[in-house]
């Protein structure tokens, strides 16, 4: 089982970008799917990106198309989410996971279907 760490939030301004990484120090990410979950303060941990384990497979949350890229280097055992002209609402925690059963070839990016996940990392969209 991994255990995901994140890092690179911030605080960056609206229109900015940021890039957040995903990093496991324990076995290889091969064959295990990768996902970016985000919670703003009052609200639900919703979907924002899903990668397959073979990165050939990505789904995105709706709000976030066109603006984020979910990638990965299996061989840095680390994956990422590049967010482009990020915008106040985009502000929130953070939060990768990872599992071993992928759905994205199904268009999945649930976090129901995520069993190890990360502490968050914090990012914040504001003048």
């Known amino acids: 089982q991994l255990q995901p760490v994140e890092s690179g939030g911030g605080l960056v301004q609206p229109g900015g970008s940021l890039r957040i990484s995903c990093s496991d120090r324990g076995p290889s990410l091969y064959n295990y799917v990768f996902g970016w979950f985000r919670q703003a303060p009052g609200k639900g941990r919703e979907g924002v990106a899903c990668?397959?384990?073979?990165?050939?497979?990505?789904v995105y949350a709706d709000p976030v198309k066109g603006r984020f890229t979910i990638s990965r280097d299996n061989a840095k055992n680390t994956v990422y989410l590049q967010m482009d002209n990020l915008r106040p609402e985009d502000s929130g925690t953070y939060f990768c996971?990872?599992?071993?059963?992928?759905?994205?070839?199904?268009?999945?990016?649930?976090?129901?279907?995520?069993?190890?996940w990360g502490r968050g990392t914090q990012v914040t969209v504001s003048w």
């Open positions: 990668i397959s384990d073979d990165g050939l497979h990505t």
């Open positions: 996971a990872s599992d071993p059963a992928d759905y994205t070839r199904k268009g999945w990016c649930r976090a129901s279907d995520f069993g190890a």
